[in-house]
């Protein structure tokens, strides 16, 4: 049985919560927040037998064997720290942390304790994402040219919500935008060229973004990302002799459409169950009783490069974080 933790009562933590009730072996015993109250709460509406009114409290719980982040973004970092010197393994909700600096001390904490780590890109623990991934490695679609990905919310948000507040690590691009350009990574990798533009809100966060990246292989990675309008929530992959559509939302797909030359379009499905959540909640567990210190679908390194990434793209549209 692996013992869950979930520090932080906002609406991700729920739904995770929910999910990790579909996941084999996961026991959901302690929740921890700033407040006893919304602790309270929490564990009594989903059944977590100790709650803690501090990120300490829960961490120094020996009772607990791995603990979900979930706080807003800002908090990231300092709640991943507390869990990681108290000798906790974390899954911590994307973005990482709100830049590279700060990230690579979270990694370099983990490594040099011996304690497992990984953020929750949930999308690259997907089954129907795993099985795509592998069609593109053995060339199905032949070399791949293009990856096109939009992530949009119809807002609005007002001025209080967090993201618009720069001091949360508010706007687009790392709450919705951190999908399209994951996905990019995931197929492509690190590009060689960045471009990016982005309409700016009065805060100073960025409501509306378009990102191209160029590699010298060619491709190219056209994405966008915005809390102004709803978007399709789609994506494609081309290659030199196919191409592979996701269809609302990509990051989380149950179904998707290859299209090769000369054939029907075949479209290939999977048997999604819950929220999507527990497949990363697998998947770290997989990881603890194999004795890993980090997963090798949500491995480090691609957590620091899209962190870099994404700092880059901040620095090309003018989005900066105390």
């Not at 803690?52 to 979930?70: F, K, M, P, Q, R």
């Not at 911590?92 to 304790?113: G, H, I, M, N, Q």
């Not at 030359?261 to 697998?282: I, N, R």
Request: net charge negative; proline share 6%.
């Amino acid at each position: 049985m692996t013992r869950w933790g979930i520090l932080a009562t906002g609406h991700i933590a729920g739904r995770f919560a929910e999910d990790l009730r579909l996941v084999p072996g996961a026991e959901l015993v302690a929740v921890g927040s700033r407040t006893p109250e919304s602790a309270e709460r929490f564990a009594a509406r989903h059944g977590a037998a100790r709650w803690y009114g501090s990120w300490t409290e829960l961490a120094a719980d020996d009772e607990v064997d791995v603990i979900y982040v979930a706080t807003p973004h800002a908090a990231h970092h300092e709640a991943t720290r507390v869990c990681l010197d108290a000798g906790r393994a974390v899954l911590v909700e994307k973005p990482f942390t709100l830049d590279l600096p700060t990230s690579a001390e979270l990694v370099e904490t983990a490594r040099a304790r011996g304690v497992f780590l990984m953020e929750a890109m949930w999308m690259r623990t997907n089954p129907l994402i795993l099985r795509l991934t592998q069609l593109v490695a053995d060339g199905a679609i032949g070399e791949v040219t293009g990856v096109r990905a939009d992530f949009g919310a119809a807002g609005p948000f007002p001025p209080e919500h967090r993201m618009r507040a720069r001091a949360l690590g508010g706007g687009a691009l790392l709450d919705l935008g951190v999908y399209p350009v994951s996905l990019a990574h995931l197929l492509l990798g690190v590009p060689q060229h960045v471009h990016a533009w982005a309409k700016l809100s009065p805060e100073g966060v960025d409501e509306n973004t378009g990102i191209v990246l160029g590699y010298d292989s060619g491709a190219v990675a056209t994405l966008s990302c915005g809390m102004v309008g709803a978007t399709p929530l789609t994506a494609s992959i081309t290659g030199t002799t196919g191409r592979i559509d996701l269809p609302e939302p990509f990051f989380r797909p149950g179904s998707a459409v290859l299209h090769r030359a000369e054939a029907e379009p075949e479209t290939l499905t999977d048997d999604l169950v819950g929220g999507g959540y527990q497949y990363e909640a697998a998947e770290v567990q997989r990881c603890l009783a194999a004795g890993l210190t980090e997963s090798p679908l949500v491995p480090h390194s691609a957590t620091l490069e899209v962190m870099a990434l994404l700092d880059g793209i901040r620095e090309r549209i003018g989005v900066h974080y105390a």
